[in-house]
């Protein structure tokens, strides 16, 4: 079993920069892709980033691809958002998820997720 934890949201400007961090707890990461998504009031969830553990190889949806990082650190078991040039559109609940799965793709489909954070508030005013 895994428990994630986001934590790092918040209320900011258009422009600014924000760092999302997702802790596990129970079991690591080390066999599993671990993403993030997001869902705004009214709109379904959506796949933001994703890293492949074993690798790193990272994945990006088109609307944060040159903006967002994701980047995860094996030693403190924890997965990291980085969110520059935010605009208004980027507020959402965020979530971190993980997979026990191999899958040859690219971790973007909420089914491919086993584990789920509670999510964390990331409100971008104009």
């Known amino acids: 079993q895994v428990q994630l934890v986001e934590s790092g949201g918040g209320l900011l400007q258009a422009g600014g920069s924000l760092r999302l961090s997702c802790a596990a707890s129970?079991?690591?990461?080390?066999?599993?892709?671990v993403g993030w998504f997001r869902q705004a009031p009214g709109k379904e969830r959506e796949f933001v980033a994703a890293i492949r553990w074993r690798g790193g190889r990272t994945y990006y949806a088109d609307s944060v691809k040159g903006r967002f990082t994701i980047s995860g650190d094996n030693a403190k078991n924890t997965v990291s958002l980085r969110m520059n040039s935010l605009r208004p559109e980027d507020t959402a609940v965020y979530y971190c998820a993980a997979s026990s799965s191999y899958y040859s793709g690219s971790y973007t489909a909420p089914g491919e997720y086993d584990y789920w954070g509670q999510g964390i508030q990331v409100t971008v005013s104009s």
């Open positions: 129970g079991r690591t990461f080390s066999s599993y892709g």
